[in-house]
């Protein structure tokens, strides 16, 4: 499910199978790497959008939350930290954090939940069918490392 009205009544009736949230990471930056964030803040979009087609019914899609690239790493894993205290207080047993922020990958192992870190593919020029088999495989991909996070009982 997504966090879009057509979504919200379906979550709201079925709240009690739905103990993920994903939560795309993108940093924002107005300087001369505003391009590369531009085109990582896409594909993460991407791969997150179908992640959520894969798994719908059993996690929550939200926005993407967005930092500032001169953010420390540390400002933005307490943000995560409090982000993740707000899911498990409303019930939630897990979070799935997904970047292709290089800066964030030291994180993995610090952040409540599951930070998956995807390197960016240049996706913007490729024929958008090619480009929808390459999301898929990208998902394959991920898939043991959701499979494993869900085996944990409560990761928060």
Avoid: C
Avoid at 17 to 46: C, F, H, N, W
Avoid at 47 to 56: A, D, G, N
Avoid at 121 to 141: A, C, G, V, W
């Amino acid at each position: 499910m997504r966090f879009q009205t057509s979504d919200i009544d379906t979550y709201q009736q079925s709240k009690a199978y739905v103990d993920t949230m994903l939560v795309p990471l993108l940093p924002v930056a107005l300087d001369d790497d505003l391009r590369q964030k531009v085109a990582m803040g896409e594909y993460i979009s991407l791969v997150t959008m179908e992640m959520e087609k894969q798994f719908r019914g059993r996690l929550m899609q939200l926005p993407p939350l967005m930092y500032l690239s001169s953010e420390s790493v540390t400002e933005i894993g307490e943000r995560l930290g409090v982000w993740a205290d707000a899911f498990k207080k409303d019930g939630k047993n897990h979070v799935i954090w997904m970047t292709s922020d290089p800066a964030l990958k030291q994180l993995e192992n610090q952040v409540p939940g599951l930070l998956l870190w995807i390197p960016h593919l240049p996706i913007e020029h490729l024929d958008p069918n090619y480009r929808s088999k390459t999301i898929r495989d990208q998902m394959q991909q991920l898939l043991p490392d959701v499979m494993a996070e869900w085996r944990k009982e409560d990761s928060l």
